[in-house]
């Protein structure tokens, strides 16, 4: 559903990614038809002029060919020119009354084309709203929400299963261009949660660009769907506690790590390097998180190919080199480093 535009549905909000002509290219295109159409009478006509009567007269003019076409096509029919022979009225039941029906058909193209549009945007946001599961809703599309939504898909998560909540139409018409779908509202609000099916979701980011707004948010997210994971983020330190105690799983604190970041630079300027790359997924060395496999259990952390920085056993994490470790447990979970090399493979220690 890749395209550069997004269709609303007003009862719901959601509007879905799909590609859709210019509205000036349909018009054009339409005027086009339509001249064609007139064009072919006319010559039809002007052919055959000296079967067709204007009043007492025999013959018509290329100007009456004219008149004669554009009432006829457009089913007026004043009557005042009138085809005298039986060939030109062949010709007219044969050739100008399909062209006649075809002429309307663009005439009423618009209308038609909207009413399709439109019962086949319906079908879409009922088809999207039976199906959707298990996606990522990321509540807020500015900078922040633009890098999360990059991050989720170089890690693997697809278009379909990502949906953006944002009260600007036009960063959800933004977001629709990259194929994204999106729902136009407060995130904060319990109706706009509900048209994303918040209560399906796999995991919520929330991207908002102020800490009170952020708040309101997860306590949202939370009420509506109890064990979705939440990711926040929030622009003060200070702030980053009330998240947790609002519902966040996570929260990011965007200006500290952005300083800390900033401090390092000074002397450390390597150091920075290496944690962006290892924030950028999809190349160089990349975070991830996964469980125990079976052939891992009873190893130490260091004896595993993948290089092991923390191990969460028991609602507990541990730092790799923590003796309380010991060996790994069916039930850990690991945070490795891995590294994707120029073929985009993914790499492990040997």
Known sequence: MIGGHGSEDPHTGVQIAHEEPSPVR????????????????????????????????????????????????????????????EGARLVNILFITPLRV????????????????????????????????????????????????????????????????????RAIDEANSTGLTGVVGDAGRTDVLRRAHVERARAVIVAANRDDAAVLITLTVRQLNPSVPITTSVREEENAQLLRQSGADTVITTSA??????????????????????????????????????????LGPRDLRDVVLSVTRGGRTLRFDDPLIGTLQSEDVLVVVRSHGPDGQVYART
Do not use: N
């Open 26 to 85: 349909q018009v054009w295109r339409r005027v086009v038809l339509a001249a064609f159409f007139l064009g072919l009478t006319v010559l039809i006509v002007w052919i055959d002029r000296e079967s067709y009567r204007d009043g007492d007269e025999v013959g018509i003019t290329l100007l009456d060919a004219v008149y004669y076409s554009t009432v006829t096509l457009s089913t007026t029919g004043y009557g005042d020119i009138t085809p005298i022979t």
């Open 102 to 169: 075809m002429f309307l058909i663009v005439l009423i193209g618009t209308t038609l084309e909207a009413l399709t549009t439109r019962s086949r945007e319906e079908f879409r946001i009922r088809r999207w709203r039976s199906r959707v599961r298990q996606h990522v809703i990321v509540c807020g599309y500015g900078t922040k929400g633009r890098s999360a939504v990059r991050s989720l898909r170089a890690t693997g998560t697809p278009l379909e299963s990502i949906v953006v909540v944002d009260p600007d139409s």
């Open 257 to 298: 790590t952005a300083g800390r970041l900033l401090g390092l630079s000074t002397d450390s300027p390597r150091v920075v390097s290496v944690v962006e790359d290892l924030v950028t997924g999809g190349q160089g060395l990349d975070l991830s998180q996964r469980t125990v496999s079976s052939g891992e259990v009873g």
